[in-house]
C-alpha cells in the first residue's frame, strides 16, 4: 500500500515538474515575446529579459527579434527618367517594433522579407523613373578634375548639374516606405543603393563609345606631338644650318687672313737677296713637284722650260 502512494506521490511531482518546466519559458536581451492562446494573441508583448511563464498545453510563446534585420533585396532592371535602362541593386536595416502588429500582419520574419520586396521594390522603380541617370550616381556639385577634351559630347551632359542627388532619392524612398512598413509592425532604419550599373546592351555601347572618345582624344595628342616633334626637327635644322653657315664663314676669314699672311711673307721674301729669292723658288717648286707627280705620272717636258729646271743636273743636260 506504502509502495502504491509513493508511486502516486511522485508521479504528481513528476506531473507538476512537467508542468512547470512547460510553463516557463526564458526571454534573453535579444528577444521580445508574443504570447497566444488558441492562436489568438493575449497579453502585451514580453519585452522585459527573464523568465517568464505562460499556461501550458493551450498558450505557445512566439519569440521575435529585438536586434536590426537585414534585408538585401535582388538586382532589378529599371529605366531612369532619361529612358536609361539599369540594373539597381539596394539594401536596407530593419527592425519589429510593435511585435503583436508584426505577429497579426506577417507572423514571422519570412513573411516579412516579403512583404519588404514588394514595398522596397515598388518605392526604389518609382523614385528612380523620376529622376534622370546622373542624380542617382552623383551626390553633390564638387568641381572634376578631367583631362582635356574629356568634357565633350555625351561625358558633358553627365557632368550636368543635379539638384536631386543619391542621398536625396535614397531618403525620399526611405520614408515612403516607412509610412507603409510601420503599418505591419516593421521600422526601417536605413536603406542604400548597394551597386547600380547599365544593362549588358547598353553598357557595351557605353564602353565603345568611351573607347571611340579616348581614341580621338590620344589621335589628338598624338597629332600635337608630330606637330611639337616637326617645329622642333625645324628649328634643329634651321640652328644647325646657322651654326654651319657661321663657322664656314669664320673659317673662310681664318683662311683669308692665312693667305693674306702667306702672300706677304711670300712677298716680303721675294724682295729679299738673290739667294733669299733662290731658296724661295727652289721650295715652292719642290712642292709643285710633289703635289702634281705622282707615281704612275708621266710627264713630257720641254728642257728648256722653268718647271724642268731642278730636274737637270749642273751640267745642264
Known amino acids: 500500500m506504502k509502495k502504491i502512494t509513493y508511486i502516486a506521490i511522485a508521479g504528481v511531482v513528476l506531473l507538476a515538474l512537467i508542468a512547470i518546466v512547460s510553463a516557463a519559458f526564458i526571454v534573453d536581451e535579444t528577444q521580445q515575446v508574443i504570447i497566444t492562446q488558441f492562436g489568438k494573441p493575449i497579453g502585451k508583448p514580453i519585452k522585459k529579459p527573464g523568465i517568464h511563464f505562460k499556461v501550458p498545453i493551450i498558450q505557445e510563446a512566439h519569440f521575435f527579434d529585438k536586434r536590426f534585420l537585414e534585408w538585401d533585396g535582388d538586382p532589378n532592371q529599371v529605366p531612369t527618367k532619361d529612358k536609361r535602362f539599369i540594373w539597381v541593386d539596394t539594401y536596407a536595416r530593419w527592425r519589429i517594433k510593435d511585435p503583436l502588429l508584426f505577429f497579426q500582419r506577417v507572423r514571422d520574419e519570412r513573411g516579412a522579407q516579403s512583404r519588404l520586396d514588394d514595398i522596397l521594390d515598388g518605392e526604389t522603380r518609382n523614385a528612380i523613373a523620376k529622376h534622370v541617370l546622373v542624380e542617382l550616381v552623383r551626390t553633390t556639385n564638387r568641381e572634376y578634375l578631367t583631362s582635356e577634351g574629356l568634357l565633350a559630347g555625351e561625358v558633358a551632359k553627365s557632368l550636368a548639374k543635379i539638384s536631386s542627388g543619391r542621398e536625396v532619392i535614397t531618403r525620399s524612398i526611405l520614408e515612403a516606405a516607412s509610412r507603409r512598413t510601420l503599418e505591419l509592425g516593421i521600422e ?12 549588358k546592351e547598353v553598357q557595351k555601347k557605353i564602353f565603345e563609345r568611351m573607347i571611340s572618345e579616348r581614341k580621338r582624344i590620344a589621335d589628338k595628342f598624338r597629332s600635337e606631338g608630330q606637330g611639337e616633334a616637326s617645329k622642333i626637327l625645324g628649328n634643329k635644322e634651321r640652328e644647325l644650318k646657322r651654326i654651319q653657315s657661321n663657322a664656314y664663314r669664320t673659317a673662310q676669314e681664318i683662311m683669308g687672313k692665312a693667305d693674306a699672311e702667306a702672300a706677304a ?51 745642264g743636260k
Open 188 to 199: 526601417l532604419l536605413d536603406l542604400r543603393f548597394k551597386r547600380i550599373n547599365y544593362v
Open 265 to 315: 711673307i711670300y712677298a716680303k721674301a721675294y724682295n729679299q737677296s738673290l739667294e733669299s729669292r733662290k731658296f724661295y723658288t727652289f721650295l715652292k717648286t719642290m712642292e709643285t713637284y710633289k703635289t702634281t707627280f705622282s707615281d704612275k705620272d708621266w710627264l713630257i717636258l720641254s728642257t728648256d722650260g722653268d718647271f724642268f729646271i731642278y730636274l737637270k743636273d749642273k751640267s
